[in-house]
Nanobody
Framework: QVQLVESGGGSVQAGGSLRLSCAAS????????MGWFRQAPGKEREGVVS???????ASADSVKGRFTISKDNANNILYLQMNSLKPEDTATYYC?????????????????????WGQGTQVTVST
């Protein structure tokens, strides 16, 4: 059974940093594309950052230069390092996996490619 379990969310002041983790089990995530998505109240879910099986990454314009995605393939863990956080980054963040790994990273910012989703972790950024 495939599971994606996020951790690391919390509350932080604007300008601060957080690192989210996503532990994958039930499949070898290194062969697949993965991504982080977020959804704020009243808004649609949006792709934040993604990574394909070759290690190529893509970021939404709103987080470029501030958020970084990385993978620990040996331990099947996906990370999201978030720096210079802004109040508009407040959302529930979701880990996604199981996408075709050879897809271009920018395509992996779209939720349609993913088979597996985590339960989400809340990030709240205050002024």
């Amino acid at each position: 059974q495939v599971q994606l379990v996020e951790s690391g969310g919390g509350s932080v002041q604007a300008g601060g940093s957080l690192r989210l983790s996503c532990a994958a089990s039930g499949y070898h995530s290194s062969n697949y594309g993965m991504g982080w998505f977020r959804q704020a109240p009243g808004k649609e879910r949006e792709g934040v950052v993604s990574i394909n099986s070759g290690g190529t990454t893509a970021s939404a314009d709103s987080v470029k230069g501030r958020f970084t995605i990385s993978k620990d393939n040996a331990n099947n863990i996906l990370y999201l390092q978030m720096n210079s956080l802004k109040p508009e980054d407040t959302a529930t963040y979701y880990c996604a996996g199981g996408a075709n790994g050879v897809l271009a990273a920018w395509l992996l910012l779209q939720s349609i490619w993913y088979a597996y989703w985590g339960q989400g972790t809340q990030v709240t950024v205050s002024t």
